[in-house]
Protein backbone atom coordinates (compact mmCIF):
# COMPACT_ATOMS: atom_id res chain seq x y z
CA UNK A 1 0.00 0.00 0.00
CA UNK A 2 2.87 2.27 0.78
CA UNK A 3 4.34 1.79 -2.87
CA UNK A 4 1.05 2.77 -4.16
CA UNK A 5 0.89 6.51 -2.13
CA UNK A 6 3.69 6.70 -3.27
CA UNK A 7 2.87 6.12 -7.29
CA UNK A 8 -0.32 8.79 -6.41
CA UNK A 9 2.02 11.68 -4.82
CA UNK A 10 4.11 11.42 -8.04
CA UNK A 11 2.07 10.87 -11.15
CA UNK A 12 2.84 13.44 -13.95
CA UNK A 13 -0.25 15.45 -15.31
CA UNK A 14 0.45 17.25 -19.04
CA UNK A 15 -2.35 20.21 -19.49
CA UNK A 16 -4.05 19.31 -22.71
CA UNK A 17 -6.78 22.27 -23.84
CA UNK A 18 -7.36 23.51 -19.94
CA UNK A 19 -7.28 20.56 -18.24
CA UNK A 20 -4.54 18.23 -16.46
CA UNK A 21 -4.69 14.86 -17.74
CA UNK A 22 -2.81 12.51 -15.87
CA UNK A 23 -0.25 10.23 -17.77
CA UNK A 24 -1.11 7.09 -17.05
CA UNK A 25 -2.36 3.40 -17.96
CA UNK A 26 -5.35 0.94 -17.10
CA UNK A 27 -3.48 -1.07 -14.79
CA UNK A 28 -2.15 1.39 -13.04
CA UNK A 29 -5.40 2.88 -12.25
CA UNK A 30 -6.76 -0.45 -11.40
CA UNK A 31 -3.63 -0.26 -8.33
CA UNK A 32 -4.38 2.27 -7.37
CA UNK A 33 -8.21 1.88 -6.51
CA UNK A 34 -7.08 -1.70 -5.01
CA UNK A 35 -4.37 -0.33 -3.16
CA UNK A 36 -4.88 3.03 -2.02
CA UNK A 37 -8.00 4.92 -0.25
CA UNK A 38 -9.21 8.03 -0.42
CA UNK A 39 -8.67 8.97 -4.16
CA UNK A 40 -10.98 10.66 -7.41
CA UNK A 41 -11.19 9.61 -10.23
CA UNK A 42 -12.56 11.45 -13.60
CA UNK A 43 -12.77 9.42 -16.58
CA UNK A 44 -11.65 12.44 -19.42
CA UNK A 45 -12.82 12.13 -23.07
CA UNK A 46 -13.14 15.38 -25.51
CA UNK A 47 -16.36 16.77 -23.82
CA UNK A 48 -15.03 16.83 -20.24
CA UNK A 49 -11.94 18.94 -21.95
CA UNK A 50 -14.13 21.10 -23.68
CA UNK A 51 -16.31 22.02 -20.88
CA UNK A 52 -13.37 22.50 -18.84
CA UNK A 53 -12.62 25.39 -21.06
CA UNK A 54 -15.78 26.86 -21.27
CA UNK A 55 -16.35 26.47 -17.78
CA UNK A 56 -13.49 27.59 -14.55
CA UNK A 57 -15.84 25.70 -12.16
CA UNK A 58 -15.76 22.29 -14.59
CA UNK A 59 -12.10 22.91 -15.39
CA UNK A 60 -11.36 23.19 -11.02
CA UNK A 61 -13.96 20.78 -10.13
CA UNK A 62 -11.44 17.80 -12.21
CA UNK A 63 -8.60 19.29 -11.41
CA UNK A 64 -9.28 18.65 -7.32
CA UNK A 65 -9.61 14.62 -8.63
CA UNK A 66 -6.85 12.30 -7.48
CA UNK A 67 -6.38 10.95 -11.64
CA UNK A 68 -8.01 12.77 -14.83
CA UNK A 69 -7.62 9.51 -17.13
CA UNK A 70 -7.37 9.97 -20.93
CA UNK A 71 -10.59 8.79 -21.86
CA UNK A 72 -10.97 8.35 -25.63
CA UNK A 73 -9.18 8.16 -28.58
CA UNK A 74 -8.68 12.45 -28.97
CA UNK A 75 -7.62 12.46 -25.59
CA UNK A 76 -5.19 9.86 -25.64
CA UNK A 77 -3.62 10.91 -28.76
CA UNK A 78 -3.11 14.97 -27.94
CA UNK A 79 -1.30 13.54 -24.56
CA UNK A 80 0.66 11.35 -26.84
CA UNK A 81 1.77 14.38 -28.91
CA UNK A 82 2.33 16.94 -25.90
CA UNK A 83 4.70 14.38 -23.92
CA UNK A 84 6.18 12.44 -26.89
CA UNK A 85 5.23 9.39 -25.31
CA UNK A 86 3.04 6.52 -26.14
CA UNK A 87 -0.64 6.59 -24.39
CA UNK A 88 -3.49 4.55 -24.72
CA UNK A 89 -6.89 5.04 -23.92
CA UNK A 90 -7.92 4.84 -20.17
CA UNK A 91 -12.05 4.89 -20.69
CA UNK A 92 -13.94 3.61 -17.73
CA UNK A 93 -15.40 0.55 -19.15
CA UNK A 94 -11.85 -0.91 -19.03
CA UNK A 95 -10.94 0.64 -15.99
CA UNK A 96 -14.33 -0.55 -14.55
CA UNK A 97 -13.56 -4.54 -15.31
CA UNK A 98 -9.75 -4.15 -14.84
CA UNK A 99 -10.25 -3.05 -11.31
CA UNK A 100 -12.86 -5.67 -10.50
CA UNK A 101 -10.64 -8.00 -11.46
CA UNK A 102 -7.30 -7.77 -9.85
CA UNK A 103 -9.51 -6.68 -6.36
CA UNK A 104 -10.94 -10.17 -6.35
CA UNK A 105 -7.80 -11.69 -4.27
CA UNK A 106 -8.04 -9.36 -1.68
CA UNK A 107 -11.74 -9.20 -1.59
CA UNK A 108 -12.65 -5.17 -2.61
CA UNK A 109 -15.61 -4.36 -1.79
CA UNK A 110 -18.01 -2.14 -4.77
CA UNK A 111 -20.78 -0.07 -4.51
CA UNK A 112 -22.82 1.19 -7.25
CA UNK A 113 -24.71 4.37 -7.12
CA UNK A 114 -26.47 6.02 -10.52
CA UNK A 115 -28.57 4.92 -13.33
CA UNK A 116 -31.85 2.83 -12.89
CA UNK A 117 -32.86 0.16 -11.48
CA UNK A 118 -33.26 -2.32 -14.23
CA UNK A 119 -30.32 -1.78 -15.67
CA UNK A 120 -28.21 -1.70 -12.35
CA UNK A 121 -29.88 -5.32 -11.48
CA UNK A 122 -29.08 -6.57 -15.23
CA UNK A 123 -25.07 -5.19 -14.71
CA UNK A 124 -25.24 -7.24 -11.46
CA UNK A 125 -25.93 -10.41 -12.55
CA UNK A 126 -23.36 -10.09 -15.23
CA UNK A 127 -20.54 -9.27 -12.85
CA UNK A 128 -21.38 -12.11 -10.71
CA UNK A 129 -21.47 -14.53 -13.82
CA UNK A 130 -17.96 -12.83 -14.82
CA UNK A 131 -16.42 -12.74 -10.95
CA UNK A 132 -18.02 -15.30 -8.80
CA UNK A 133 -15.81 -13.96 -6.34
CA UNK A 134 -16.92 -10.12 -6.48
CA UNK A 135 -17.92 -8.44 -2.87
CA UNK A 136 -20.85 -6.24 -3.99
CA UNK A 137 -21.78 -4.31 -0.68
CA UNK A 138 -25.17 -2.77 -2.36
CA UNK A 139 -26.41 0.05 -4.60
CA UNK A 140 -28.42 3.16 -4.85
CA UNK A 141 -30.64 4.42 -7.86
CA UNK A 142 -31.37 7.73 -6.90
CA UNK A 143 -34.35 9.85 -7.85
CA UNK A 144 -33.61 13.04 -10.46
CA UNK A 145 -32.16 15.65 -8.13
CA UNK A 146 -29.12 18.02 -8.45
CA UNK A 147 -25.71 16.89 -7.19
CA UNK A 148 -25.84 18.68 -4.18
CA UNK A 149 -29.64 17.39 -3.46
CA UNK A 150 -28.71 13.82 -3.84
CA UNK A 151 -25.30 14.68 -1.80
CA UNK A 152 -27.57 15.89 1.09
CA UNK A 153 -30.12 13.16 1.05
CA UNK A 154 -28.18 9.84 0.43
CA UNK A 155 -25.06 11.62 3.06
CA UNK A 156 -25.85 9.28 5.93
CA UNK A 157 -25.96 6.28 3.80
CA UNK A 158 -22.64 6.81 2.56
CA UNK A 159 -21.38 7.13 6.19
CA UNK A 160 -21.99 3.42 6.46
CA UNK A 161 -21.74 1.85 3.17
CA UNK A 162 -18.71 0.32 4.22
CA UNK A 163 -17.15 0.02 0.61
CA UNK A 164 -13.30 0.03 -0.73
CA UNK A 165 -14.72 1.45 -3.97
CA UNK A 166 -17.91 3.61 -5.10
CA UNK A 167 -18.37 3.52 -9.03
CA UNK A 168 -21.04 6.44 -9.71
CA UNK A 169 -23.02 6.84 -13.00
CA UNK A 170 -25.05 9.92 -13.22
CA UNK A 171 -23.11 11.39 -16.59
CA UNK A 172 -20.92 14.17 -16.61
CA UNK A 173 -20.45 17.05 -14.67
CA UNK A 174 -22.95 15.60 -12.14
CA UNK A 175 -21.54 12.57 -11.01
CA UNK A 176 -18.20 14.32 -10.40
CA UNK A 177 -20.03 16.74 -8.67
CA UNK A 178 -21.83 14.60 -6.40
CA UNK A 179 -18.76 12.60 -5.93
CA UNK A 180 -16.47 16.16 -4.59
CA UNK A 181 -19.76 16.92 -2.69
CA UNK A 182 -20.44 13.86 -0.93
CA UNK A 183 -16.43 13.19 -0.07
CA UNK A 184 -16.45 16.97 1.41
CA UNK A 185 -19.26 16.15 3.33
CA UNK A 186 -18.55 12.59 4.53
CA UNK A 187 -15.38 11.07 6.35
CA UNK A 188 -14.92 8.03 4.84
CA UNK A 189 -11.34 6.59 2.73
CA UNK A 190 -13.69 4.82 0.08
CA UNK A 191 -12.18 5.54 -3.96
CA UNK A 192 -14.79 7.04 -6.04
CA UNK A 193 -15.40 6.67 -10.19
CA UNK A 194 -17.23 8.16 -12.13
CA UNK A 195 -17.90 6.46 -15.21
CA UNK A 196 -20.82 7.54 -17.12
CA UNK A 197 -22.69 4.84 -19.53
CA UNK A 198 -20.51 1.83 -17.98
CA UNK A 199 -23.25 0.72 -16.14
CA UNK A 200 -25.55 -0.02 -19.81
CA UNK A 201 -22.19 -1.16 -21.26
CA UNK A 202 -22.13 -4.30 -18.61
CA UNK A 203 -25.81 -4.75 -18.39
CA UNK A 204 -26.13 -4.82 -22.20
CA UNK A 205 -29.11 -2.28 -22.23
CA UNK A 206 -26.51 -0.29 -24.58
CA UNK A 207 -24.19 -1.72 -27.06
CA UNK A 208 -20.34 -0.92 -26.54
CA UNK A 209 -18.28 0.02 -29.33
CA UNK A 210 -16.25 -2.71 -30.11
CA UNK A 211 -12.26 -2.28 -29.40
CA UNK A 212 -10.91 -1.65 -32.88
CA UNK A 213 -13.40 0.93 -33.75
CA UNK A 214 -12.45 2.89 -30.35
CA UNK A 215 -8.83 2.61 -31.65
CA UNK A 216 -9.31 4.25 -35.07
CA UNK A 217 -11.30 7.12 -33.20
CA UNK A 218 -15.12 6.06 -34.40
CA UNK A 219 -16.05 4.75 -31.12
CA UNK A 220 -18.34 8.09 -31.26
CA UNK A 221 -20.34 7.48 -33.90
CA UNK A 222 -22.06 3.92 -32.56
CA UNK A 223 -22.61 5.97 -29.57
CA UNK A 224 -24.44 8.73 -31.27
CA UNK A 225 -26.51 6.39 -33.71
CA UNK A 226 -28.23 4.97 -30.36
CA UNK A 227 -28.29 8.18 -28.48
CA UNK A 228 -28.86 11.15 -31.32
CA UNK A 229 -30.81 13.51 -29.43
CA UNK A 230 -29.31 13.32 -26.60
CA UNK A 231 -25.40 13.04 -28.08
CA UNK A 232 -25.17 14.87 -31.53
CA UNK A 233 -24.53 18.00 -29.35
CA UNK A 234 -21.85 16.37 -27.59
CA UNK A 235 -20.21 14.98 -30.62
CA UNK A 236 -20.82 16.90 -33.31
CA UNK A 237 -19.71 20.44 -31.64
CA UNK A 238 -17.73 19.34 -28.88
CA UNK A 239 -15.77 17.09 -30.73
CA UNK A 240 -14.75 19.41 -33.57
CA UNK A 241 -14.43 22.15 -30.52
CA UNK A 242 -11.41 20.00 -29.08
CA UNK A 243 -9.75 19.90 -32.14
CA UNK A 244 -9.93 24.06 -32.84
CA UNK A 245 -8.69 24.10 -28.92
CA UNK A 246 -6.21 21.33 -28.87
CA UNK A 247 -4.76 23.37 -32.75
CA UNK A 248 -4.87 26.52 -30.56
CA UNK A 249 -2.72 25.10 -27.98
CA UNK A 250 -0.33 23.86 -29.70
CA UNK A 251 0.23 26.70 -32.07
CA UNK A 252 0.16 29.18 -29.42
CA UNK A 253 2.01 27.28 -26.94
CA UNK A 254 -0.89 27.95 -24.31
Known amino acids: KFYTYIIVATMKTTKVLETNITETNINEVSKILNFSSNNRVAICNANTLVRSVKDLNIRNLIDNFTIKTPDG ?3 AKALTFLTKEKFSRVDGYKVFLQTISDGLDTNRRHYFFGNNEETTLQMIEKLKKMFPNIQINGYICPEKMTAEELAIKYKKDFQSINADIVWVS ?11 KICDESDSNTNYVGI ?16 WLAN ?5 LLRLVQDPKRLYKRYLIDNTLFVLYFLRQVLFRR
Do not use: N, R
Open 73 to 75: FPV
Open 196 to 211: GGVFDWVAGTKKKAPE
Open 216 to 220: IGLEW
Open 170 to 180: LGFPKQEQFIE
